[in-house]
């Protein structure tokens, strides 16, 4: 079976078989969100206006992401999980299956190499006694094993129901992540400045745990995006290099 990885987007969304049943799926038509048939960089699915593959930069992390994607959210050009995937080469992008996961994912989570945090509030006291602190994370490296969150990719109502109805994550601890720091993210209106869109939550988990040029580089990065994408809604060419775009620019020499 392929990494998850390597799949293109339409595979994750568009699946032939219901992975539980075996049963037909249906045919889905594709999301389609305002702004659907701007012209896109395949690249980097920007629009061409603002490219956002120039400023793509590889960074290396003690820790890994895998990010369990709601099947919706494959289809929007503003999500963010898939930034992740363009800075840390070791991400994993697997779809949200109710009542089964990915066979990849399933055989992942058995594997000893990895210690994988499920990242979720800690605000209902059913599951209090799976959570843990950022020390778990940096107590797995000492173990010599390699600490993963596992960030639940999508809206904060599809984010809960992926939680409460995803039998296979009942035994992993959990994460809360603990910050101070208010979204930046201009794409999406949130229901709170505290709730952190995908990149953010990672950026965040990244810089805890100590892999702080990692985040450093995806923090950019998504800064970038968001520039970019905020000006190509109102058809305007970012002229001079932002100082993200800087920043990254100069990684590159």
């Known amino acids: 079976m392929p990494d998850a990885t390597s799949l293109p987007p339409e595979h994750y969304a568009l699946t032939d078989r ?12 594709e999301f389609k969100a305002r702004g659907s048939f701007v012209k896109r960089c395949e690249g980097c699915n920007l629009p061409e206006l603002n490219c956002l593959c120039p400023y793509q930069v590889k960074a290396e992390s003690d820790t890994q992401v895998w990010l369990l994607t ?23 992008v697997f779809t949200w299956y109710r009542t089964a996961p990915d ?16 990242i979720f509030p ?10 843990v602190d950022i020390d778990a994370v940096h107590a797995a490296k000492q173990q010599a094993r ?5 960030i639940l990719d999508g ?3 599809q984010a809960r129901r992926m939680f409460r109805k995803s039998p296979y994550l009942d035994v992993l601890p959990v994460l809360p992540l603990r910050t101070e720091r208010e979204t930046r993210y201009r794409l999406r209106k949130p229901a709170s400045k505290a709730h952190l869109c995908t990149a953010e939550v990672a950026i965040e988990l990244l810089r805890q745990s100590g ?13 970038v995006f968001n520039d ?10 970012i002229a001079e290099p932002t100082p993200a775009m800087q920043r990254l620019l100069d990684r590159q020499q």
């Open 18 to 29: 219901d992975p539980a049943t075996g049963h037909p799926r249906p045919p889905r038509r």
């Open 70 to 92: 709601h099947s919706i959210e494959h289809y929007k050009p503003t999500n963010t999980g898939r930034l992740i995937g363009d800075v840390l080469t070791n991400t994993r």
């Open 103 to 118: 066979d990849t994912l399933a055989a992942l989570l058995e594997d000893p190499r990895y210690a994988p945090f499920v």
């Open 122 to 131: 800690d605000d209902q006291p059913d599951y209090a006694d799976r959570v």
């Open 146 to 150: 390699i600490p993963v969150f596992i």
């Open 155 to 157: 809206t904060w109502r």
């Open 211 to 223: 892999d702080e040029t990692a985040a450093s580089v995806l923090d950019d990065y998504f800064d």
């Open 228 to 237: 970019s994408y905020a000006e190509s809604r109102y058809y305007r060419k």
